[in-house]
T-cell receptor
Framework: SQQGEEDPQALSIQEGENATMNCSYKTSINNLQWYRQNSGRGLVHLIL?????REKHSGRLRVTLDTSKKSSSLLITASRAADTASYFCATERGSRLTFGEGTQLTVNP | ETGVTQSPTHLIKTRGQQVTLRCSSQ?????VSWYQQALGQGPQFIFQ???????GRGNFPPRFSGLQFPNYSSELNVNALELDDSALYLC?????????????FGAGSRLTVL
């Protein structure tokens, strides 16, 4: 089974709204990363949060990490149609990244 | 600085055949990882190569094998193809020893097995 599990599986919002995606994992981690994938293409790294950090920002992205609950969230503020993509969390143990099933985000213009 | 390139982008094979997928790592990266992504699912870790040696393997049978060359390019070989091998195969490079393992992905090779 996947180390990370995203929730919800799919999310549809209007342009300008905020989008929140959640990720839960099972074992201890070194860090957690979020990636984005446009339809059928390669993944692009968005942001990394280390196990000793609780919150991190990058532009319109805000990531939180709660190691006691083994969960993370990705918030995209003021969404745009170009944000439409699948978003994956990935947990790192050793040198291996394990990805979740992803959240499909659709931003309607 | 070049990114990660994969070839071919698409290919069709029949059951029982063999396939080789190729990947050129991003300049400056010393590690390559391969992932299999079935339609609608997340990427599944196949294996990782560091300094031309396998450095970790996921839950894939031995008919999935790989190579990393001195220039850090890589190949993924799959023997005795099965219908379930149909997927997007993603190559990702990174620089181990530089802190966290942040992956730079190629665009993928989409394999269809008939």
């Amino acid at each position: 089974s996947q180390q990370g599990e995203e929730d919800p599986q799919a999310l549809s919002i209007q342009e300008g709204e905020n989008a929140t995606m959640n990720c839960s994992y099972k074992t201890s981690i070194n860090n957690l990363q979020w990636y984005r994938q446009n339809s059928g293409r390669g993944l692009v790294h968005l942001i990394l949060i280390r196990s000793n950090e609780r919150e991190k920002h990058s532009g319109r992205l805000r990531v939180t990490l709660d190691t006691s609950k083994k969960s993370s969230s990705l918030l995209i503020t003021a969404s745009r149609a170009a944000d439409t993509a699948s978003y994956f969390c990935a947990t790192e143990r050793g040198s291996r990244l394990t990805f979740g099933e992803g959240t499909q985000l659709t931003v309607n213009p | 600085e070049t990114g990660v390139t994969q070839s071919p982008t698409h290919l069709i094979k029949t059951r029982g055949q063999q396939v080789t997928l190729r990947c050129s790592s991003q300049s400056g990266h010393n590690t390559v990882s391969w992932y299999q992504q079935a339609l609608g699912q997340g990427p599944q870790f196949i294996f990782q190569y560091y300094r031309e040696e396998e450095n970790g393997r996921g839950n894939f049978p031995p008919r999935f094998s790989g190579l990393q060359f001195p220039n850090y390019s890589s190949e993924l070989n799959v023997n005795a193809l099965e219908l379930d091998d149909s997927a997007l195969y993603l190559c990702a490079s990174s620089s181990l020893g530089a802190g966290a393992n942040v992956l730079t992905f190629g665009a993928g090779s989409r394999l269809t097995v008939l």
